[in-house]
């Protein structure tokens, strides 16, 4: 685990550190000589704050060997946009296509564009650019918003399925009718397929353990392994199985005062619960560092701190 395959997802709630440990991750394989990609899909970004630099929506590099990117919503829904009705050029009559874009403008602002055209880059990143790289590292928003982005191929294929079904007995009423019995040339039907392809291929890799990993970050805490344990679930039912947990902010050993001593108490019974609840997982503990992860010198201990440690696991 996180030693091999080529993409790993970083989940888990609001505030567990997420961002902190898909950095960690990501500078750990650049300081192993593999040439990694950190990825921000969450719209409120914080990975370019960990590194101090303005990320941007294409890679720049952030360090040696590691290039860094926040994928901006809205630049890429204007490009998705621009895409379609690249796509429809050509297809609609000439005289419907001032009103069809205007429709596609209209859309573009409607609920589920801009989640829509995340997800279209995160299949780019998966499928086209992220070529040039030995690992790329995706650090999700909280919980709810990344499993629906994880299982929207399966949707989106099942949706594109329906569409293509309807347009095919269009196409085939019209063959019987029209066109003597002549195939139509359908490019609606062949950009609806092509997306299709992408999907069932993102799916796949997805879907394939060697290639993809799913890694939850939790803190000890009720609420964060409650979420954390039907976000494991939620994914399982689409057949994509988180492997390992990074149990992050463990308090030290070296507890003084009834106050802490009690913290580390409570701390043991929600460790005790977490062996319990996730007893397929491979879990790591993160120990809580003096201060909040906030440098790049930080960074680079707790990056430290993950490869000792997973050499010895
Ligand atoms: N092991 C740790 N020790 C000390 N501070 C930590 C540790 N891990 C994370 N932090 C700090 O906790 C805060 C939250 O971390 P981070 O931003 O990585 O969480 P997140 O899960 O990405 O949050 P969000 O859901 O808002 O994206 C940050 O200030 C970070 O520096
Ligand atoms: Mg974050």
């Known amino acids: 685990m996180i030693k091999e395959e080529k993409i790993l997802f970083v989940g888990g709630k609001g505030g567990v550190g997420k961002s902190t440990s898909a950095a960690a991750i990501a500078l750990m394989l650049a300081n192993l000589g593999e040439k990694t990609l950190l990825v921000s899909t969450d719209p409120a970004h914080n990975v370019g704050d960990i590194f101090h630099k303005t990320l941007k929506n294409d890679p720049i590099q952030v360090y040696p060997g590691l290039d860094a990117l926040e994928i901006d919503p809205s630049i890429e829904t204007s490009n998705y946009i621009k895409k ?8 609609v009559k000439s005289h419907m296509q001032q009103e069809v874009y205007r429709q596609i403008d209209a859309a573009s602002s409607a609920p589920g564009a801009e989640e829509a055209s995340l997800f279209d880059r995160i299949v780019s990143i998966i499928l ?9 590292i995706f650090d999700t928003a909280p919980t709810g918003h990344t499993l629906r982005l994880l299982t929207l191929p399966e949707l989106m294929s099942v949706w594109i399925d329906g569409m293509l079904e309807r347009r095919k007995k269009r196409n085939d009423t019209y063959t019987q009718l029209l066109n003597d019995g002549e195939p139509v040339e359908d490019p609606v039907f062949q950009v609806l397929q092509q997306r299709k392809i992408r999907f069932l291929n993102v799916r796949k890799i997805l879907l394939n353990k060697n290639k993809t990993g799913f890694i939850f970050i939790l803190n000890p805490e009720r ?10 679930k939620t994914l399982a039912d689409h057949d994509l199985h988180v492997s390992t947990l990074f149990i992050n902010k463990i308090l030290s050993q070296e507890v003084d005062g009834d106050f802490w001593k009690k ?19 491979d879990k790591h503990y993160i120990p809580l560092f003096e201060t909040d992860i906030n440098s790049l010198e930080l960074l680079k201990s707790f990056a430290t701190f993950l490869n000792n440690h997973l050499k010895t696991t």
Not at 223 to 232: G, P
């Open 84 to 91: 379609v009705k690249e796509n429809i050029r050509g297809v």
């Open 128 to 136: 086209d650019e992220g070529e040039a790289y030995d690992r790329i």
């Open 223 to 232: 609420l964060s392994i409650i979420e954390t344990s039907k976000a494991v």
């Open 263 to 281: 913290r580390k108490q409570n701390e043991q019974d929600y460790l005790s619960w977490i062996e319990k609840e996730f007893a397929q997982q």
